[in-house]
């Protein structure tokens, strides 16, 4: 049974951090990549980051220009995502999801991705 476990969403001032976690259960974790995406209220949900825990490779969209970190500790069968310079345009609902069999060198492409976790709240304040 696949779960995915997203938490340390908060609130936060804009230019704070935070680190979210994203814990994994019920596969083999070295087979998988664990991307994150965010869905603002009226928005379409989008790709943040990505790590292939197959390969190593990780991936960011642009519009983070080095802000978050992506990380995982493979005996926790847990990845993180750590944000920093965070901005009030951060603010959504975050998604951790796994991919099987997934590289994150070119991208992150939702479609492949087919087990979700809840979705853990980011609010940045201005």
């Known amino acids: 049974d696949v779960q995915l476990q997203a938490s340390g969403g908060g609130l936060v001032q804009a230019g704070g951090s935070l680190r979210l976690s994203c814990a994994a259960s019920?596969?083999?974790?070295?087979?998988?990549?664990i991307g994150w995406f965010r869905q603002a209220p009226g928005k379409e949900r989008e790709g943040v980051s990505c790590i292939s825990i197959t390969d190593g490779s990780s991936y960011y969209a642009d519009f983070l220009k080095g802000r978050f970190t992506i990380s995982s500790d493979n005996a926790k069968n847990t990845v993180y995502l750590q944000m920093d310079r965070l901005l009030p345009e951060d603010t959504a609902v975050y998604y951790c999801?796994?991919?099987?069999?997934?590289?994150?060198?070119?991208?992150?492409?939702?479609?492949?991705?087919?087990?979700w976790g809840q979705g853990t709240l980011v609010t940045v304040s201005s």
């Open positions: 019920g596969f083999t974790f070295a087979d998988y990549a």
């Open positions: 999801a796994s991919a099987h069999q997934t590289s994150c060198r070119t991208g992150i492409y939702i479609l492949r991705y087919n087990d």
